[in-house]
């Protein structure tokens, strides 16, 4: 031990240290930026834009293709959750993928046959997420359609009759090459809500509904590939490449490779490998230190950073370790910034304000669970306690989360074994939030929070404000200030509710 005050205690003892959300502010700088006018387009991965730089969570509160396709037409991206098996994925990126398609293709359509029951026929419907389908005979011709169970009663038919009878057989369809003005006005004209599309030989080649088209009109600032289709992130295991290969080819953008550690040289390992097989951009995460960061980030088309700061984590409690977020983005960020790798600050953030200082920080997009899992597009119902309205929201690592086949994040080899559920050590809790309403509210929240944030520092993009905004480090004293304080809170605002 030297004398020198700067010198740390103890070799041990990291220097500076480490520092979180409520440890820093903004320094408002001159500016002569509008909030409205604040551009917040950002890139998530090497390959992938957003005009909105937030993601909804891999977690099976939060994360199924509603919130999903929610995410993805208000310009963000929705990272599906693993806790379901392969097929299952599979579906659920088609769900995405197909949401908005001004046309949907053949090999898309769901169809079925005139013989079928119309009770199985609803569950194909039902799995499949559409709400109608075409009939069509043993080569492709279309027979008619079928939609809506709502009118069937008034018809006497039930679950056990064939198709045949309960189809519309005065099919109106219309040509490939139809725009989606003339498709519109056919649909309008003829009330319908779906045309087939045939060839000449009244074969299906697809088929066009008026809720792509004026879902597709209504998003203009929504995240699509190149085909139009909405964008669908997707997590997989770090060593599950199977599973990796399979989303990619289901169409998913980017694969998110779902650690709590990576920087397990095991899962580097196969997170490249996984990296070499795919098209789709392939985050790796979640690091937390700048040894992390340079180790995955010669192959990484993105980093996701984040050891413990959530709010259902108890990592940090249970395992003694963890890395307060700011300094952990400010760590990776660093290195990142030199390959020009995008990164991603998942996890912890609670208010707008949050968001926008991991921005500062060096971060290019967010990763938010707890803000968006009391909406009603995440998963799960809504539960009244007290009188007050809820949705049930849960750490990835909580013992319900594992027991239900998720969770493998943090699962340790022998809890895999027989005993599994006295095994657990679980690294997350199960918790409700308050419910909220609709994701597209949640979001104008927190981007108008984020673009206030870039007009204060003087930034009309997001590049921008990441070099121009400084951090300055506040007191407790400082913090509290921040907060509303000495009064009572008679009103709720919809961008904030007191930490408890
Ligand atoms: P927020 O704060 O937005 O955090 O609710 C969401 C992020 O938390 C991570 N996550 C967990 N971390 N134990 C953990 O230590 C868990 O059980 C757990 N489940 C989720 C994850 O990174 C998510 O995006």
């Not at 991991?358 to 997009?365: E, H, M, Q």
């Not at 309403?437 to 921008?464: D, F, R, T």
């Not at 509290?480 to 007191?498: C, K, L, M, R």
């Amino acid at each position: 031990m030297g004398s020198d005050p700067q010198e740390p205690f103890s070799s041990k003892l990291r220097v500076p240290e480490a520092l979180t959300f409520d440890d820093v502010l903004l320094r408002p700088a001159e500016s002569r930026v509008e909030p409205d006018e604040a551009d917040t387009s950002t890139r998530v991965s090497a390959n992938v834009s957003l005009t909105v730089p937030v993601l909804s969570a891999a977690m099976d509160t939060v994360t199924e293709s509603e919130m999903a396709i929610a995410m993805a037409r208000q310009g963000g991206l929705g990272v599906l959750h693993r806790s379901m098996d392969a097929e299952a994925m599979v579906r659920e990126i088609e769900r995405v993928k197909r949401a908005d398609e001004l046309f949907i293709r053949r090999e898309d359509v769901v169809t079925v046959g005139p013989e079928q029951t119309v009770g199985t026929v609803d569950e194909t419907m039902e799995r499949a997420g559409v709400s109608g389908a075409p009939v069509v005979d043993e080569d492709d011709r279309v027979l008619g359609i079928i939609s809506g169970t709502d009118i069937r009663p008034y018809l006497g038919i039930g679950e056990g009759d064939p198709v045949r009878e309960a189809m519309t057989d005065e099919v109106i369809t219309a040509r490939g090459d139809v725009s989606a003005r003339e498709a519109l006005e056919l649909m309008y004209d003829h009330k319908i809500e779906r045309a087939p599309i045939v060839d000449e030989d009244d074969r299906l080649t697809g088929l066009v509904t008026m809720q792509g088209i004026l879902q597709r009109r209504a998003y203009d600032d929504a995240a699509r590939d190149a085909d139009g289709s909405l964008r669908a992130g997707v997590a997989v295991g770090p060593f599950e490449t199977d599973r990796a290969r399979a989303a990619d080819e289901a169409g998913a953008d980017v694969l998110f490779i779902d650690c709590a550690h990576a920087h397990n040289l095991n899962v580097i390992d196969s997170a490249r490998e996984i990296r070499a097989t795919v098209d789709a951009d392939v985050v790796v995460g979640n690091v937390g230190t700048r040894e992390a960061a340079e180790d995955v980030v010669d192959f990484a088309d993105g980093l996701k950073v984040g050891i413990g700061p959530g709010s259902i984590c108890t990592t940090r409690v249970v395992t003694g370790t963890g890395m307060p977020q700011i300094t952990a983005i400010a760590e990776v960020a660093d290195v990142a910034a030199r390959h020009d790798v995008p990164v991603i600050a998942d996890g912890g953030i609670r208010y707008s304000g949050d968001a926008i200082k991991a921005i500062a920080a060096g971060a290019d997009a967010v990763m938010l669970g707890s803000y968006f899992a009391g909406t009603d597009e995440a998963p799960g119902r809504v539960i009244t306690m007290n009188g007050k309205r809820y949705k049930q929201y849960r750490g990835m690592g909580s013992v319900g989360a594992m027991r239900s086949g998720g969770g493998e994040r943090y699962l340790r080899d022998e809890e895999n074994g027989e005993n599994e559920g006295e095994a657990f050590v679980p690294e997350g809790v199960e918790a409700a939030t308050p419910y909220k309403g609709s994701l597209e509210s949640e979001l104008h929240q927190l981007v108008g929070g984020m673009k206030a944030g870039m007009g204060y520092v003087g930034a009309g993009e997001l590049p921008e404000f990441k070099t121009r905004s400084e951090l300055v480090r506040v007191s407790s004293a400082g913090q509290q200030e921040g907060h509303p304080h000495d009064v009572v809170i008679t009103d709720e605002a919809p961008n904030y509710s007191p930490n408890e």
